[in-house]
């Protein structure tokens, strides 16, 4: 804690004092979790103040605290407001006001440990000097037995030819290696992973198309409301989605496997269509228009000292659009600042995003196979799908 500024401790210290001293019994953070329908490492993250959590959450607390009836069984739950009485409600007005005061006041004062990087930025800047792993989808099989240079005999043997997102390896390598100067930063494709690399800061680029590919692992661990899915009898190479798994009120919640959600949101590319609603083609490919991808960072589960951010999309555009999202120089810092502004910290938060892709011909024109990816712009509401409470 001795790193924090002051008004990061003392909201991390309150929440920490409404566990221990908030009921008849001090709770867990799982008690706690489970009555916020938050997971346990996003509320250690609160309290030891490696994030500043939500507004929303923040109020979510108030009421769970303003009634011993939230953790009167073994089960806590998710208090109704209007299950209140008048006197809970005059105490969950005051924990209101207190507990944004607080955030208001960590929010402003920043995050002196952070710092920035050495291009001046502070997302992809990870001051504690840990080494950071770039973890990549592996090109598919069949594509690799097509190119001579991917057999590892040949005397042109080519390694990142097994990289099927080397333009998002390649931007975000570079930056990652400027920011953090004295850190070990590598990139391995999924099947190249050993339990070190999962350890320090952690980046997984892609891998939305094999559901998290070898790093699955990871999905049930972060509380992740959000994944990709096949429809059925589809094309699995245009036709992926995302999904967002929320309860019954619409707030996204993860539920495990065997569970089946109250709701479901897709979100889907958009293709370039005709008045008629017509799709237009090159070949047999259907010409993008705005891909979806998702930004996501959470504590690292394996080490909750360190970091997994997720940069995927539907395709390998969105990923590139992801990565972009915070290095491209002319946007970056906006985009930092909406995030910081939004949710806090850069510590624990996922966005879906439109990511746009565009031509400068008629879609008729078979020069469109020149199609550019565009950084999204968090300020605009078009490029900002989802956002995590």
Not at 75 to 91: I, M
Not at 379 to 385: A, D, E
Request: negative net charge.
């Amino acid at each position: 804690m001795s790193a924090l500024g002051p008004a990061q401790r003392r909201l991390a210290e309150r929440l920490r004092e409404l566990r221990s001293e908030g009921s008849a019994a001090p709770l867990t953070q799982s008690q706690v979790a489970a009555s916020l329908k938050a997971s346990v490492a996003l509320v250690s993250s609160w309290e030891n103040g490696n994030a500043v959590p939500p507004e929303a959450r923040l109020r979510a607390y108030a009421r769970a605290f303003a009634t011993p009836s939230t953790f009167d069984n073994d089960h806590p739950h998710v208090v109704d407001e209007a299950s209140l009485s008048d006197e809970e409600r005059v105490v969950e007005r005051r924990l209101v006001d207190e507990l944004l005061t607080l955030r208001n006041e960590a929010s402003s004062s920043g995050s002196p440990a952070r710092g920035t990087g050495g291009l001046g930025g502070r997302f992809w800047h990870f001051p504690d000097g840990a080494r950071i792993r770039i973890i990549t989808t592996q090109m598919w099989a069949d594509v690799l037995d097509s190119i001579p240079y991917a057999d590892r005999r040949h005397p042109n043997f080519i390694e990142s030819l097994y990289d099927a997102d080397r333009d998002a390896t390649i931007e975000l390598f570079g930056h990652l290696r400027a920011e953090n100067p004295t850190a070990d930063v590598r990139f391995l494709t999924g099947g190249q992973v050993k339990q070190d690399d999962l350890t320090g800061h952690v980046v997984i680029l892609g891998q939305g198309d094999l559901v998290w590919g070898p790093l699955k692992y990871f999905g049930s661990r972060l509380g992740l409301p959000v994944t990709v899915r096949f429809p059925e009898g589809v094309d699995r190479e245009y036709a992926a989605e995302f999904i967002v798994t929320t309860d019954a009120s619409g707030t996204p919640t993860w539920f495990p496997r065997d569970v089946s959600p109250p709701r479901i949101e897709v979100h889907r590319p958009r293709f370039i269509q005709d008045q008629s609603g017509k799709t237009f083609f090159i070949g047999d490919m259907p010409i993008l228009e705005d891909d979806v991808a998702l930004l996501a960072r959470m504590p690292n589960p394996m080490n909750l000292s360190k970091t997994v951010t997720i940069c995927t999309g539907v395709f390998s555009r969105g990923t590139y659009g992801a990565v972009r999202t915070l290095t491209d120089a002319h946007l970056r810092t906006s985009n930092e600042a909406f995030l910081m502004e939004h949710f806090g910290s850069f510590d624990n938060f996922w966005i879906l995003l439109h990511v746009p892709v565009a031509g400068m011909r008629d879609p008729g024109d078979e020069e469109l196979a020149a199609l550019e990816t565009f950084t999204p712009d968090l300020r605009r509401p078009f490029h900002r799908l989802r956002l995590s409470s």
